[in-house]
């Protein structure tokens, strides 16, 4: 989902969602709509989907790129920026 992390759960029945920078917290789909909406995105039903575990870690990549950059950090930033083309280029 956009801005967050969650990890499904997919057993019996409707799957079940969970928020583990969130406390854990449990989540329907109507509460995963609610977060995308809250963060001013419109809901789309393919944020549910499973994410492929390269595109998790450029995800995170692109989360510490920013917050070195806001640090003023360049050095962390441009090593993190190689570290991405690598994940990106397969």
Do not use: W
């Not at 549910?48 to 917050?67: F, V």
Request: charged share 30%; hydrophobic share 35%.
């Amino acid at each position: 989902m956009p801005g967050h992390f969650i990890v499904m759960h997919a057993g019996p029945g409707e799957p079940v969602y969970l928020e583990p920078f969130g406390g854990g917290r449990i989540l329907g789909e109507a509460d995963c709509a609610a977060v995308v909406k809250e963060m001013g995105y419109h809901f789309d039903r393919r944020f549910l989907r499973e994410t492929p575990a390269r595109r998790i870690l450029e995800r995170m990549l692109n989360n510490l790129i920013g917050i070195f950059r806001r640090e003023g950090d360049e050095e962390r930033s441009r090593q993190l920026l190689r570290y991405r083309e690598i994940v990106q280029s397969g």
